[in-house]
């Protein structure tokens, strides 16, 4: 914990008016973006297949990127779409 502190702090005089905004900085470059943005985008394309699957597509998708794999549970849950019977001819 000692090291994550002395990380968010470097740099920062802890009495100068941008203070936090110089610590919360610090943070957020300690975060993998680039994994995080693959991980998202995987969970996307789950979503996406088992919405298509499902016959929800965007609904697939939307859940995947609210709550990622537990968005895929979610979807799974839900009933398949039932396609409308075709209307007679005339």
């Given amino acids: 914990m ?7 702090m470097q ?4 009495d100068a008016p941008d ?3 110089r610590v919360f900085l610090n943070l957020l470059a300690l975060v993998p ?3 995080l943005i693959w991980w998202n985008l995987f969970f996307l394309a789950g979503g996406a297949l088992l ?4 016959g929800r597509t965007a609904e697939g998708v939307a859940w995947a990127f609210v709550l990622g794999p ?4 979610v979807v799974l849950r839900r009933r398949r779409r039932e396609l409308p019977p075709p209307l007679p001819r005339r």
Avoid at 11 to 14: E, K, N, Q
Avoid at 70 to 73: A, D, E, K, S, T
Wanted: hydrophobic share 55%.
């Fill in 19 to 21: 203070a936090f905004l």
């Fill in 11 to 14: 740099g920062v005089d802890p």
């Fill in 51 to 54: 919405g298509w699957w499902r």
């Fill in 2 to 8: 000692d090291e994550l502190l002395a990380r968010a």
């Fill in 70 to 73: 537990i968005g895929w549970l």
């Fill in 33 to 35: 973006w680039t994994t």
